[in-house]
């Protein structure tokens, strides 16, 4: 039993030593200068390039989702511009308005009291 504890304790030892070495090699730099680290660079290399294409990707779905909602929102003020622009219009464009325009402008114009009739044409 105790000579399980003092295993569990060295080895427990033995890791934070190891990471200890580890992170002075990663500080130092001479992580960079051994055999398999060298090997494994087109790797590194390939992961960088993944990463940066990640990242300048999710910056260009947000840049497409930031002009979606200016759009929707110009649409939606064209859409309330084009409804009161058309009641205007319509609103302008009955009879008695015209009439009451045309008074205004002293454009001396009467309103038929005939109504139209269809003119035929007979072809022998």
């Not at 001479?30 to 960088?48: A, G």
């Not at 300048?56 to 200016?70: Q, V």
């Not at 319509?90 to 114009?109: N, P, R, V």
């Amino acid at each position: 039993m105790i000579d399980n504890k003092k295993n569990t304790v060295e080895r427990k030892n033995k890791k934070r030593t190891g990471l200890k070495k580890i992170f002075q090699m990663l500080l130092g730099g001479t992580i960079l200068s051994q055999k398999n680290v060298i090997e494994l660079l087109p790797f590194i290399f390939y992961l960088t390039f993944l990463a940066i294409l990640y990242i300048g990707n999710t910056y260009y779905a947000e840049k497409i989702i930031r002009n979606t909602y200016t759009v929707k929102k110009q649409l939606k003020e064209l859409r309330y511009e084009y409804i009161t622009t058309k009641s205007n219009l319509m609103f302008k464009s009955k009879q008695s308005e015209i009439i009451k325009q045309l008074e205004q402008k002293g454009i001396d114009l009467k309103e038929s009291k005939i109504p139209p009739h269809k003119i035929f044409l007979h072809n022998n």
